[in-house]
């Protein structure tokens, strides 16, 4: 059975900071990218961020750049978000998806996932 689970979402003050976790299991890790995306209330999901689980090779949105950081350990096949100065307006739901690392270069489409979490609730407060 396929599963992403998400976890580490909370409530932060603007320029905070916070560390998202994706546990993956169900498939073979090195032959996915993991991408992270969000929803607002309202709004379409985004595309955050992604890595490559094979060449370590990252993604971001212009929205995050220098803020926020995707990690792998593919020992423990978790990836990791870490997103420093946060603003209100990185509130949302955060999820983790799988996409096949042959349809990398359309990371930020959500459609061309096959796999997705949950999702995390990361509120941030100003």
């Known amino acids: 059975e396929v599963q992403l689970v998400e976890s580490g979402g909370g409530l932060v003050q603007a320029g905070g900071s916070l560390r998202l976790s994706c546990a993956a299991s169900g498939f073979t890790f090195d032959d996915y990218a993991i991408g992270w995306f969000r929803q607002a209330p309202g709004k379409e999901r985004e595309g955050v961020s992604c890595?490559?689980?094979?060449?370590?090779?990252?993604y971001y949105a212009d929205s995050v750049k220098g803020r926020f950081t995707i990690s792998s350990d593919n020992a423990k096949n978790t990836v990791y978000l870490q997103m420093n100065s946060l603003k209100p307006e990185d509130t949302a739901v955060y999820y983790c998806a799988a996409v096949g690392s042959w349809l990398l270069r359309l990371w930020v489409l959500p459609e061309t996932y096959s796999y997705w979490g949950q999702g995390t609730q990361v509120t941030v407060s100003s």
């Open positions: 890595i490559s689980s094979s060449d370590g090779s990252t």
